[in-house]
């Protein structure tokens, strides 16, 4: 089993649509959460940390469940220029990354 | 502000050829990573670097070496290039900070084919 999974996709959106992302992830120590954006060809940026609360940054939502080890983001109102790939990130301690493949995101007019 | 500088942007070896790929860093940050990234799979953890004079093998470290010069700079050498490593490579540094968050920022990757 993989240590973070995502649907790899991908997801072929309109624009204005809701788009949900799901990860999972098996090491229950795990220290904290990420999701980066990576467009085609560039590097991974920070597009936002995930807390337990359940963390909100503008039209982008993202989730944790620590019981399940469950990791979501939410993107609602769909623009164009959000058609990038999403990469679902944990921290594991030691100053080490794990990274999903990541999911697809195409966002059509 | 540069960030993560890497150098080259592209390049391509023979196998059995050698080069190091560089990379810099102006954050004043402790910590750098080198990853490798293949398609369908997610970035693959290669070496890192704690902080200045140590080096850790990651996930993928085999035919590799590191050097991390100084605080700024951490190198990547394939000694004898081969094809299997054909990928793009990135180099990321971070500051973990008082809750070790281990944000991490990237360069702009290198693109290496290996014939």
């Known amino acids: 089993r993989k240590e973070v999974e995502q649907d790899p996709g991908p997801f072929n959106v309109p624009e204005g649509a809701t788009v949900a992302f799901n990860c999972t992830y098996s090491?229950?120590?795990?220290?904290?959460f990420f999701w980066y954006r990576q467009d085609c060809r560039k590097e991974p940026k920070l597009l936002m940390s995930?807390?337990?609360s359940g963390n909100e940054d503008g039209r982008f939502t993202a989730q944790l469940n620590r019981a399940s080890q469950y990791i979501s983001l939410l993107i609602r109102d769909s623009k164009l220029s959000d058609s990038a790939t999403y990469l679902c990130?944990?921290?594991?301690?030691?100053?080490?990354?794990?990274f999903g493949q990541g999911t697809e995101l195409s966002v059509k007019p | 502000n540069a960030g993560v500088t890497q150098t080259p942007k592209f390049q391509v070896l023979k196998t059995g050829q050698s080069m190091t790929l560089q990379c810099a860093q102006d954050?004043?940050?402790?910590?750098m990573y080198w990853y490798r990234q293949d398609p369908g799979m997610g970035l693959r953890l290669i070496y890192y670097?704690?902080?200045?004079?140590?080096?850790d093998k990651g996930e993928v470290p085999n035919g590799y070496n590191v050097s991390r010069l100084n605080k700024r700079e951490f190198s990547l050498r394939l000694e004898s290039a081969a094809p299997s490593q054909t990928s793009v490579y990135f180099c990321?540094?971070?500051?973990?900070?008082?809750?070790?968050?281990?944000?991490?920022?990237f360069g702009a990757g290198t693109r290496l084919s290996v014939l």
């Open positions: 995930v807390y337990s």
């Open positions: 090491n229950s120590a795990s220290q904290s």
């Open positions: 990321a540094s971070s500051e973990p900070g008082e809750v070790a968050k281990n944000i991490q920022y």
């Open positions: 990130v944990v921290n594991i301690g030691r100053g080490k990354l794990i």
């Open positions: 670097s704690a902080s200045e004079g140590t080096t």
């Open positions: 954050m004043n940050h402790n910590s």
